[in-house]
């Protein structure tokens, strides 16, 4: 398992958009993904899920994966969500 925080750098938080890549990006890894905010934690492939967290801006992300592409997965979310602008 890997797991590393990012704070997010939008003026609106994390929105329809923001989310819909987030969720195919996840996608492609066969790992399992999981952001946690403010305590809560779910899965990173799930839409509603990441959409039921109501993430506001400069908001603190966790990302954790676990399998056989997890750090690299963990890496590209970050990447991602960091292009967030």
Same mark, same amino acid.
């Given at each position: 398992?890997?797991?590393? &925080? @990012?704070?997010?750098?939008?003026?609106? #938080?994390?929105?329809?958009?923001?989310?819909?890549?987030? @969720?195919?990006?996840?996608?492609?890894?066969?790992?399992?993904?999981?952001?946690?905010?403010? #305590?809560?934690?779910?899965?990173?492939? &799930? $839409? $509603? #899920? @990441?959409? &039921?967290?109501?993430?506001?801006?400069?908001?603190?992300?966790?990302?954790?994966?676990? #399998?056989?592409?997890? /750090?690299?997965? @963990?890496?590209?979310?970050?990447?991602?969500? /960091? &292009?967030?602008?």
């Amino acid at each position: 398992m890997i797991q590393q &925080s @990012v704070k997010l750098q939008t003026k609106v #938080g994390l929105y329809p958009p923001y989310i819909t890549r987030l @969720v195919q990006e996840a996608s492609r890894y066969d790992s399992d993904i999981f952001i946690t905010h403010n #305590g809560r934690r779910v899965n990173l492939k &799930s $839409m $509603m #899920g @990441v959409l &039921s967290l109501a993430v506001s801006k400069d908001a603190e992300l966790t990302f954790e994966a676990s #399998g056989n592409d997890e /750090e690299e997965a @963990v890496n590209q979310i970050i990447r991602t969500v /960091e &292009s967030f602008q």
